[in-house]
T-cell receptor, first 108, second 117 residues
Framework: DAKTTQPTSMDCAEGRAANLPCNHSTISGNEYVYWYRQIHSQGPQYIIH???NNETNEMASLIITEDRKSSTLILPHATLRDTAVYYC?????????FGAGTRLTVKP | DTEVTQTPKHLVMGMTNKKSLKCEQHMGHRAMYWYKQKAKKPPELMFVYSYEKLSINESVPSRFSPECPNSSLLNLHLHALQPEDSALYLC????????????????FGEGSRLTVL
């Protein structure tokens, strides 16, 4: 019973913004939205997380809708090194379970 | 030091062997995790330790035996494995407290790639 729904794959042109959507319509009040990515053959890497407000850090921005039922991860200027599988996770801290994720391919 | 170190990076074992995977972190994290990842699949949660005590066991077969000897170390003991247990085994750690400073961010190691013959 997946908590999140993400597109299987997406393409993005190098230098353009990559917008990765995630649906989490059954999110509960205290659950956070986390984003991780996994570059081939490496361990997953934390990107960003949020509860209700939009968040931004040096890697990305996270936009969460007001009803918290969906969110979008934004990579503002995608590079070839951003090619990876991106996982959206709805969770309490310390109970991180991964869904299928979105395979993002950044193309020259 | 924000690293989680896993050894060995690669392990090949027979179905009758006994081996162990090791994980170490020095970030003062008190929650540690084992995940299993098959090719082209997401990581699957296996075990969670909180303050050196097992808090989550996702119905993992007993041929996998976790151990947390202290707050910095996490082991996964392997015995009588099957070829279908071949996978990448990932260790992670995080803070374990309910305070506002706990972001829930997991720090992952690079994994141990296990092949069972």
């Amino acid at each position: 019973d997946a908590k999140t729904t993400q597109p299987t794959s997406m393409d993005c042109a190098e230098g353009r913004a990559a917008n990765l959507p995630c649906n989490h319509s059954t999110i509960s009040g205290n659950e956070y939205v986390y984003w991780y990515r996994q570059i081939h053959s490496q361990g997953p890497q934390y990107i960003i997380h949020g509860l209700k407000n939009n968040e931004t850090n040096e890697m990305a921005s996270l936009i969460i809708t007001e009803d918290r039922k969906s969110s979008t991860l934004i990579l503002p200027h995608a590079t070839l090194r951003d090619t990876a599988v991106y996982y959206c996770i709805v969770s309490y801290p310390n109970d991180m379970r991964f869904g299928a994720g979105t395979r993002l391919t950044v193309k020259p | 030091d924000t690293e989680v170190t896993q050894t060995p990076k690669h392990l090949v074992m027979g179905m009758t062997n006994k081996k162990s995977l090791k994980c170490e972190q020095h970030m003062g994290h008190r929650a540690m995790y084992w995940y299993k990842q098959k090719a082209k699949k997401p990581p699957e949660l296996m075990f969670v330790y909180s303050y050196e005590k097992l808090s989550i066991n996702e119905s993992v077969p007993s041929r996998f035996s976790p151990e947390c000897p202290n707050s910095s170390l996490l082991n996964l003991h392997l015995h009588a494995l099957q070829p279908e247990d071949s996978a990448l085994y990932l260790c992670a750690s995080s803070q374990e407290d309910s305070g506002a400073s706990n972001t829930g961010e997991l720090f992952f190691g690079e994994g141990s790639r296990l092949t069972v013959l």
